[in-house]
T-cell receptor, first 114, second 114 residues
Framework: DTGVSQNPRHKITKRGQNVTFRCDPI?????LYWYRQTLGQGPEFLTY????????KSRLLSDRFSAERPKGSFSTLEIQRTEQGDSAMYLC????????????FGQGTRLTVV | AQSVTQLGSHVSVSEGALVLLRCNYS??????LFWYVQYPNQGLQLLLK??????LVKGINGFEAEFKKSETSFHLTKPSAHMSDAAEYFC????????????FGKGTHLIIQP
């Protein structure tokens, strides 16, 4: 068990470009979450997968954002036509099936849009 | 809807002194409560959690927290601060169902004075 892995750790992109982040959860964790954290704020929930099904999306997830979790394993978060306001830390977390289980977080991908 | 309020964006204590970080929550259902710690440019690490049962919960690194339903509080304490405790601390609430993820407070930056 190597923990939740996120790649890349850092991404700098020009405004208008598309970016994709990857998250590899802890094996056998069927729940996967994406959060966004801006400077000086706590993480904000973006979306939730149970296995391969995306069951919940925050209103923060505009139509420029899309997330997938094919085969219920790794997940990707894509941002199209990036804007400067998208600059943030994007955190992935996974948890096992039990409803009381805590979420285990990856180290995050820091996105800077210039 | 759920919310978390962390009183004090910055808390400064002397090494060896008591640490008290305050957290109040709002939840329409019995809450699950968590404290996470975040070091610079890192993901979040769980310190402790309350789900059901004993209202005083002990976590890692000597931290503990007490769930007080009447006060809707879940304050984090540590009897004696260590320099390595300097970090950002986040209180979070969940309904336990999993689909809505965690709702975080804005965080408290703990500064340890030598």
């Amino acid at each position: 068990d190597t923990g939740v892995s996120q790649n890349p750790r850092h991404k700098i992109t020009k405004r208008g470009q598309n970016v994709t982040f990857r998250c590899d959860p802890i094996s056998e964790h069927n729940r996967l979450y994406w959060y966004r954290q801006t400077l000086g704020q706590g993480p904000e929930f973006l979306t939730y997968f149970q296995n391969e099904a995306q069951l919940e999306k925050s209103r923060l997830l505009s139509d420029r954002f899309s997330a997938e979790r094919p085969k219920g394993s790794f997940s990707t978060l894509e941002i199209q036509r990036t804007e400067q306001g998208d600059s943030a830390m994007y955190l992935c977390a996974s948890s096992p099936r039990a409803t009381s289980a805590e979420a285990f977080f990856g180290q995050g991908t820091r996105l800077t849009v210039v | 809807a759920q919310s978390v309020t962390q009183l004090g964006s910055h808390v400064s204590v002397s090494e060896g002194a008591l640490v008290l970080l305050r957290c109040n929550y709002s939840s329409s259902v019995p809450p699950y409560l968590f404290w996470y710690v975040q070091y610079p440019n890192q993901g979040l690490q769980l310190l402790l959690k309350y789900t059901t049962g004993a209202t005083l919960v002990k976590g890692i690194n000597g931290f503990e927290a007490e769930f007080k339903k009447s006060e809707t509080s879940f304050h984090l304490t540590k009897p004696s601060a260590h320099m390595s405790d300097a970090a950002e601390y986040f209180c979070a609430v969940s309904s336990g169902g999993g689909a809505d993820g965690l709702t975080f407070g804005k965080g408290t930056h703990l500064i340890i004075q030598p």
